[in-house]
């Protein structure tokens, strides 16, 4: 089994940066596919970036020329940078990793690292 734990989150003014953590317990290099998601409360869960195994990228339209998602496979960990936050930014961030498995994705979740955006 594959264990993800996340850090980085916190407190931070409009405008300000965090880079957010996801740390695996095994090795992340035969991962299918990376991301990051976010759920604002009473929200749905959203997809933020997302990574393949060939490094290709994808954002959520609100955060394109923000957030930059990337991984160290040395260091069996995915990173968030996030630049010029804003208030609606504001959310539980989780990390995902998918391993495509026969017939189906097999995928794998952090518990969230929490995020608030507030002056």
């Known amino acids: 089994q594959v264990q993800l734990v996340e850090s980085g989150g916190g407190l931070v003014q409009p405008g300000g940066s965090l880079r957010l953590s996801c740390a695996a317990s095994?090795?992340?290099?035969?991962?299918?596919?990376m991301g990051w998601y976010r759920q604002p409360p009473g929200k749905q869960r959203e997809l933020v970036a997302g990574i393949t195994r060939g490094d290709s990228t994808n954002y959520a339209d609100s955060v394109k020329g923000r957030f930059t998602i990337s991984r160290d496979n040395a260091k069996n960990t995915v990173y968030l940078q996030m630049n010029s936050l804003k208030p609606e930014d504001t959310a539980v961030y989780l990390c995902k990793v998918q391993f495509i498995v026969p017939w189906r994705a097999r995928d794998y979740w952090g518990q969230g690292t929490q995020v608030t955006v507030s002056s």
């Open positions: 095994g090795s992340i290099s035969s991962a299918d596919f």
